[in-house]
């Protein structure tokens, strides 16, 4: 079947530095894809998303590149603080409208002061 | 706005008991669904809706039902729970405009089956 999957399970980094979050999926029909944030204990929080016929979008902090030939989505954190220590997961989209979402297994985040 | 609220947040079932999970947005959303996940796991679609009276099997529907007879509110029905089930159960909520939009989540049920 279809999946999405992240190629590291944990990542460390220190406070202030930037971090870069890896996704490759595998089902070249999607056409959009979201970055979530999930704090324990708490569902998911929409970071930002882009579509199939962009290869970057910024948000505050952020940003989502896309690669389709090689099927390869990132997430890059600017100036890491604290509270971006969370599991990250990608998501891809597989039907019309943001309702048929297939998730990665995650990425751990920790900040290290 | 309250956003997407669940209830409740723990239960602990024995196995064959049945329970219904509850979920209300009130956000006037059209599309609603249901996910669960399991430990160290992203999320798995179960079911979805995209409007009242509309209802659609996810990637994992079985031993799970749902309807949507109001906009506001999406139940999850567990027939006869099993072991297998333990899980976190996450509601979204989302609206449709001719595009894409980012889903809303609760902050979810935690169930245990004995």
């Known amino acids: 079947g279809e999946s999405v999957g992240l190629h590291l399970p944990t990542l460390s980094v220190q406070e202030g530095d930037n971090s870069i979050i890896n996704c490759a999926y595998s089902?070249?029909?999607?056409?959009?894809f979201i970055w979530y944030k999930q704090e324990s204990g708490k569902g998911p929080q929409f970071i930002i998303d882009?579509?199939?016929?962009?290869d970057k979008r910024q948000g505050q902090r952020v940003t989502v590149l896309l690669n389709k030939t090689v099927k390869h989505l990132s997430l890059q954190i600017a100036a890491t603080q604290p509270g971006d220590s969370a599991v990250y997961f990608c998501?891809?989209?597989?039907?019309?409208?943001?309702?048929?979402?297939?998730f990665g297994q995650g990425t751990r985040l920790t900040i290290n002061p | 706005n309250a956003g997407v609220t669940q209830t409740p947040k723990f239960q602990v079932l024995k196995t064959g008991q049945s329970m219904t999970l509850q979920c209300a947005q009130d956000?006037?959303?059209?599309?609603m669904s249901w996910y669960r996940q399991d430990p160290g796991m992203g999320l798995r679609l179960i079911h979805y809706?995209?409007?009242?009276?509309?209802?659609d099997q996810g990637e994992v529907p079985n031993g799970y039902n749902v309807s949507r007879s109001t906009t506001e509110d999406f139940p999850l029905r567990l027939l006869s729970a099993a072991p297998s089930q333990t899980s976190v159960y996450f509601c979204?909520?989302?609206?449709?405009?001719?595009?894409?939009?980012?889903?809303?989540f609760g902050p979810g049920t935690r169930l245990t089956v004995l």
């Open positions: 979204a909520s989302s609206y449709w405009q001719g595009t894409y939009n980012e889903q809303f």
């Open positions: 809706s995209v409007g009242a009276g509309i209802t």
């Open positions: 882009i579509r199939s016929n962009m």
């Open positions: 956000m006037n959303h059209e599309y």
């Open positions: 998501a891809e989209n597989l039907g019309q409208g943001a309702q048929k979402l297939v």
């Open positions: 089902n070249s029909a999607s056409d959009y």
